[in-house]
Each structure stands twice: as structure tokens, then as C-alpha cells.
């Protein structure tokens, strides 16, 4: 079997940088929310999520980053979503969920955020 | 709803056929009438609905079998999709969404499938297992001017 | 073979179809690990097939019924595809690509299917109506250098 | 039911430039060829098809290129496929057709090809 979604890593500064890519549905997110628990044990100041490469993404994906930003918040670091595709973007509008993230345009704004 | 579903599909209770599921309704949806942004919410419903049965219907096992069938509809124009198991059972009081307040992960599944579908209704099947209807229209179009 | 297939689909014999199926099977492609170009090659043979179908087997109507059977295997990694109708049943002797110096309009279709399939065979179902089985293997990836 | 697929028509002097939108197998080629079929009865000096917007295209859309490409013979005409998405020049080199067809990169190409 492929995989079909991978993530890469990237850190610029303190922060480090995820960019996920593929689809995140409940096939994915548990590949998906390891990747980013391992990210935040090691408590980066700040975490960026890349959805650039991420055309869609269900109720297990966005319960991956609920969780994320829960731990996020625990840790008293930041946690920035960018480039979220027309789809990604209105699943969070619908779970109402949008207005708890840190949200940026772009890769570069969210680096600033 | 008498006639034969356009398309029928059966396949196993394991995530990796959830994406070849909701590309086809994708297609499907767009086929009716559908803007692509309805196509994205039903695609998602459809998912969500799936994805439930996998979990909650077969408690994760691999091997269970789900049934689909959907139909497209003509004046109105609209989409239907029954999705059938045979897995756990439960009483349809019970499959609500969370309260949107309540920020955790988990519980959204049910409240995509409200909120982009005219109709839904879980019912128990005789046979055991349980059966989903959802149903939505395609938006009127705006009506073409005189020339 | 004789495992209950992962994806079983039925749909009538009209063409509006034929994009519904082959998004399907593009995602199941991808899922057993070939490249997009590849995915895309294995969509058009899935096309060209029901196709065929629909204007051989059924003569334009539109509702004739065709069952899709859809295997992903692993160790060695590839993909299986049934296709079954009950529309006219010809010797398969009779079905083959055209000549293509031969430059006209049609006739590509079964070119599409044996260009792309590592295997491909017709044959005459014992209830009547053809059977196409398709196989296509995963090229076998570049082992990873030691490090 | 929806239009999937639709073709747009412009004019570019005496060029009649046709730009069909939409994947095209056996269920829109007729309505590609009888548009194809409608512009060449006025007999144009040259038609261009620019094909970007078709993601995927099977043997019954390569049946009705062909199919113009032999009227355009006969009328003495000019015929020139453009943007051909990865997926569509796959197909054609398979079919071997693609060495009769007239293909440039680009609708400025074509334009003046
Ligand atoms: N097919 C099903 N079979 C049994 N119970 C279900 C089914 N679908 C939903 N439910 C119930 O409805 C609840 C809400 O589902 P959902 O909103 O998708 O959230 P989640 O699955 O994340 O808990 C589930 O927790 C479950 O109790
Ligand atoms: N499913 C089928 N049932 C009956 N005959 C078929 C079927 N598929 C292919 N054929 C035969 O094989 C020939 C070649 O098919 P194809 O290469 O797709 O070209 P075309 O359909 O354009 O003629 C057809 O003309 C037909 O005679």
C-alpha cells in the first residue's frame, strides 16, 4: 500500500514548520497527529501547520488539530494554520471551530505571526 | 425510491476506501447539477457518514461490509444516498452532534452531515445493522431573463 | 481471486456514469501505489472498457446493468478490475485494437486497454454477456540505497 | 442534469479559436463534435482547439479530433490543438495520432503556427 499523505518537516528559527500532503481523512490523521505530538514534545515556541498541499480534510483531521492546539495551549506555545485550501477552509467554518485557531494567508504570515 | 439505485457500492469497513468513495459522489453530485462547493460539503457528509459506521458501527474492525446506493433525481433535481450495516446497532436518539460549545476533538461528524443535507434519518434495519438516508436539492437556478 | 472483492459497484449502461467509476478507480489506484501518471492510464482503460460496453454489449441503451469488481492486492502490489454485463456476447477473438496505421475516427479503446494492462481478457460469461478481467502490477520500487 | 462540459468560442481575426471546458468521453464528445462540426461548415482558414481546461480526455474525444482533422484536410484549412494537460498528451501519444495533429505550447503558439 502507498502512502498517500506524508508530512514534511521544516524549522526556521525556533519555529518549526509542518506541511502536510494529501488528504487527511480518518485514514490519516492518526499518521498525521503523531507526527505533531512527537513535534510539540519537543516544545517548539511556536508551530506553523502548512495546508497548502491538503485539498481535503474531515472531522478527524480537524479533531487533530483541535487536539494540537489544546496541547499547544498547555504548553503556553503558538500554534499558526496558513494556506488553507477553499474546501479545508469551509469544513472549519462549518464545525464553528475557526475563530480558535491562529490563521494566516501565508506561509511568510504566519512565520510573523 | 422504488427504482434501482444509478449506483450501488459495496465495500469493506476499512478507512483506505473512504477517499475512493467520496471521489465518485464528488463526481456524482457534479453530474446532478451541484456547484463544487456543495460537491465538497457532500463528499464530506458522505465521508463522515462512512467513517462513522467504521467506528461506531464496526468498532474499528476491518472487515465488516457497507452498502451504497445512490440516486439522482430529476425535477426536482437532487441527490439521495442510503448507506447500509450490519454492524452495531443503536437507537437513533443517540446519533446526535456534540454541542458546538463544547470544544474537544471529536462529535463533528454528525453536525457536517446536518448541516449539508436537506434531509437525514438513521433508522435500526430488520436485519440488524443500520441504515442512513440523506438527501439534498440542487439550488433552483436563478431564472433565466427574457431576451 | 476467490476473496469478495474490496470494491463492488453496479451501475446502469449510460455514459454519465463513466466519470463517477473512473474517479473511483483513479483514488484505488493511488491507494495501491501507482503514480499519477500511471493512475491516470488505468482510469482510461477503466473507461475505454465501459465504454465498450455501453455501445457494444448494450447498443446504446441505457439500461443495461454492468458490475465493476475491484481487487487491491499486496506482495507483489497490484490491482485487479472485473468488468461483467449482459449485453450481447461476441467471441473474443473478435475484440481487438485497430490497425493503427489505419487513421480513422474509433478504435482505440481496446488499444487503451492492452497498452496499460499487464493483463487483459475477454471472455463470454456462462449466463450470457462478457467478462473482462484487467490486471496491472505496481512497478516495483527503486531499492533504497543503504545508509 | 448539469452541463459537465461546455466550449466556449472565440475569434482572433480569421482564427476561430474553441475552448472546451470539461473532462470529454462518450458522454460530452457529441456535443463536442457537432460544435467542432458547426464552426467548420463555415469553413474558417483555421481553427484552433485550446484544450487546457480539459483534465482528461478518451478515445471517443481523440475520435472526434480526428474527425475534424480530416474535414480541415479536405477544406484545406488549418487545424492546431493547443495546452494539451499531461493526462490528454498521454493519451494521444498512445493512440501514435499525435504526430498527424499540429500541437503548440501555447494559445499565442497557435495562434501563430
Ligand atoms: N453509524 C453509527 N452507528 C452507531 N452510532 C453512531 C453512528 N454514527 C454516529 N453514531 C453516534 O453518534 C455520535 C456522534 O457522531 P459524530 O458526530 O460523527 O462524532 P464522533 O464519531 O467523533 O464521536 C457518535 O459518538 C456515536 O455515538
Ligand atoms: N464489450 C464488448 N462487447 C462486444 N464487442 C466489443 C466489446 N468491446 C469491444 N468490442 C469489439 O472490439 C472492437 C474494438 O473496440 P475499440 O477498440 O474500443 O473500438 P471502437 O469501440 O471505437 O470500435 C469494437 O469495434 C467491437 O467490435
Redesign the pocket.
Known amino acids: 500500500m502507498a502512502k498517500t499523505m506524508t508530512v514534511e518537516q521544516a524549522t526556521e528559527g525556533s519555529t518549526v514548520v509542518l506541511t502536510p500532503k494529501g488528504e487527511i481523512d480518518m485514514a490519516h490523521s492518526p499518521s498525521l497527529q503523531k507526527t505533531i505530538a512527537s513535534v510539540q514534545a519537543e516544545k517548539p515556541p511556536k508551530l506553523v501547520l502548512d495546508l497548502s498541499a491538503v485539498p481535503y480534510m474531515d ?1 478527524s483531521g480537524i ?1 487533530t488539530l483541535v487536539e494540537a492546539l489544546q496541547t499547544s495551549m498547555r504548553n503556553k506555545s503558538k500554534l499558526v494554520l496558513c494556506n488553507l485550501s477553499p474546501r479545508v477552509r469551509s469544513a472549519f467554518e462549518i464545525s464553528r471551530l475557526i475563530q480558535m485557531f491562529s490563521i494566516a494567508e501565508s506561509r511568510d504570515a504566519a512565520l510573523k505571526a | 425510491m422504488s427504482r434501482d439505485p444509478d449506483i450501488s457500492i459495496r465495500i469493506f469497513s476499512a478507512p483506505e476506501f473512504l477517499r475512493p468513495v467520496r471521489v465518485m459522489v464528488d463526481a456524482l453530485a457534479s453530474q446532478c447539477g451541484f456547484d463544487d462547493h456543495s460537491c465538497g460539503l457532500i463528499s464530506l457528509a458522505m465521508d ?1 457518514a462512512l ?3 467504521m ?3 464496526y468498532k474499528g474492525q476491518r472487515d465488516g461490509r457497507i452498502w451504497i446506493s445512490a440516486w439522482t433525481h430529476e425535477s426536482p433535481d437532487s441527490l439521495e444516498v442510503v448507506i447500509e ?1 450490519l ?2 446497532s ?1 437507537d437513533p436518539r ?5 454541542d458546538l460549545e463544547d470544544v474537544r476533538p ?6 457536517f452531515i446536518r448541516h449539508t443535507m436537506d434531509e437525514c434519518s ?1 433508522e435500526q434495519r430488520p436485519g440488524g445493522g ?1 441504515r ?1 438516508r440523506m438527501l439534498k436539492m440542487v439550488p433552483a437556478a436563478a431564472p433565466e431573463p427574457p431576451r
Open positions: 472531522s479533531a | 463522515e467513517a462513522n459506521v467506528r461506531h458501527g450495516d454492524g452495531v443503536v443517540t446519533i446526535r452532534g456534540r471529536g462529535g463533528l461528524g454528525v453536525h438513521w443500520m442512513l
